[in-house]
């Protein structure tokens, strides 16, 4: 058995490997199409490095659009361990990022440029 | 300002630190010039000042998905870039000396982009201090030590690697290697469930509570291994994927180099 696959192996030319890596880098990084369902909207703020609210309540085993608009001039980042989330949203800018389906919970977010103040939670129910 | 600009600069630079001190190590090991190290470095910082400053137009691509999307792509290019490295790697395994421009340009690429991902992020922190005199000092003061810690752990793990018997440092670098790159599938699955473009599960299990990605040995994890607590079905396939891919390309070209007088 062990020689079969070493003849296979002396047999098979170098460029066939190559192919083999182009191949599989190709099935890799094609994405799949974008789901074009429509999701429940949530909005959050940032003010003065607070979020508003700093407690949302989403429904569970959904996904959700989550719209979080920055009003400060400075940039902050969002960011969820418990989400799996993190989006750079410049001074001025309106980011989308979606979240879930999660199972009922809290899962706590927080402005990584500004922990201390920047905090809050989902609240799925 | 001080501990946080720590832990955020520590945070961002340590998974290329980690990737940096693999490829440095392999460069010993094939007994390359290390002078690759400089450009990538350069190439990384440059380019997060031009992603950093770009992040904003960025992110108003692709409905607002820009961010995410290109992200992504990176990922994925360091993830087919350490295939590569490591298939020349085996490759060149008994001195061979061959491909060594192309397995030189992969390793520069693959930090460079490994370093402008993060490092982007950082740039954006430390310009919202420019004009904030008080605080920049203490700012960049946490940086300089986050940035000094986070080399501290990649320089620490270099001479762990460089260490081992002559033997055994190739295959726990590859493996090391194949792990990291998996890893990268997975942050990149994630990115692209948070654009919406591809769908999202619930997640398959919660190993938060025995560690969490919070801690110290949970951010070394993510770095290294692609821990996460929280993973969705998609998301633990791809690391899968990609490891799975990576381990058979390896072995076969393990069998081919072993094959060749």
């Known amino acids: 058995m062990e020689s079969r696959i070493k003849r296979w192996l002396l047999r098979t030319d170098p460029r066939n490997l190559a192919v083999a890596v182009v191949v599989a880098l190709v099935v ?29 309540k989403v429904p569970a085993n959904t996904k959700v659009r989550l719209i979080v608009i920055n009003r400060d001039t400075t940039p902050e980042e969002f960011e969820s361990y418990e989400l799996n989330r993190e989006k ?18 809290e899962y706590p977010f927080f402005g990584e440029f500004n922990p201390k103040t920047a905090q809050g939670k989902v609240i799925v129910e | 300002m001080l501990l946080t600009s720590v832990i955020l600069v520590l945070r961002e630079v340590l998974e290329a630190a980690l990737l940096l ?60 870039l350490l295939l590569l490295v490591g298939i020349l790697l085996i490759l060149n395994r008994r001195g061979e000396r061959r491909y060594l421009p192309l397995l030189q340009w992969s390793m520069v690429l693959a930090v460079t982009l490994a370093t402008l991902r993060e490092g982007s992020e ?19 003061l946490g940086a300089f030590i986050g ?14 690697l460089v260490g081992l018997p002559r033997k055994r440092r190739l295959i726990v670098a590859l493996t090391l290697l194949a792990l990291v790159a998996a890893g990268l599938c997975l942050q990149a699955t994630q990115l692209l469930e948070q654009a919406d473009w591809l769908p999202a599960q619930s997640p398959l299990w919660d190993s938060s509570a025995v560690l969490s990605e919070n801690s110290v040995l949970g951010q070394l994890s993510y770095a ?14 791809a690391y899968l994927c990609g490891l799975l891919l990576m ?3 390896l072995l076969l070209a393990w069998a081919k180099s072993r094959s060749q007088p």
């Open chain 2, 122 to 140: 950082v740039y954006v922190y430390l310009m919202a201090f420019r004009y904030q005199a008080d605080l920049l000092q203490s700012v960049l």
């Open chain 2, 247 to 249: 381990t058979a390309l």
């Open chain 1, 28 to 56: 890799t990084l094609v994405p799949a199409l974008p789901a074009q369902a429509a999701h429940p909207e949530f909005q959050l703020e940032i003010r003065d490095h607070l979020f508003y609210p700093s407690v949302l």
């Open chain 2, 224 to 237: 290294l291994l692609g821990y996460e607590a929280t993973p969705t079905r998609n998301v633990v396939a």
């Open chain 1, 88 to 105: 750079v949203i410049m001074g001025g800018q309106k980011a989308v990022i979606f979240i879930g389906p999660l199972a009922p919970g």
């Open chain 2, 21 to 80: 001190s693999i490829l440095l190590a392999m460069s010993h090991y094939l007994e390359l010039k290390t002078r690759w190290i400089f450009m990538a470095l350069a190439g990384g910082i440059l380019g997060s000042m031009v992603y950093g400053a770009g992040i904003g137009t960025v992110s108003d691509t692709f409905d607002g998905m820009g961010q995410e999307l290109l992200n992504a792509t990176m990922q994925f290019a360091i993830y087919g």
């Open chain 2, 147 to 160: 940035g000094g810690i986070g080399f501290s752990i990649g320089a620490l793990f270099y001479y762990l």
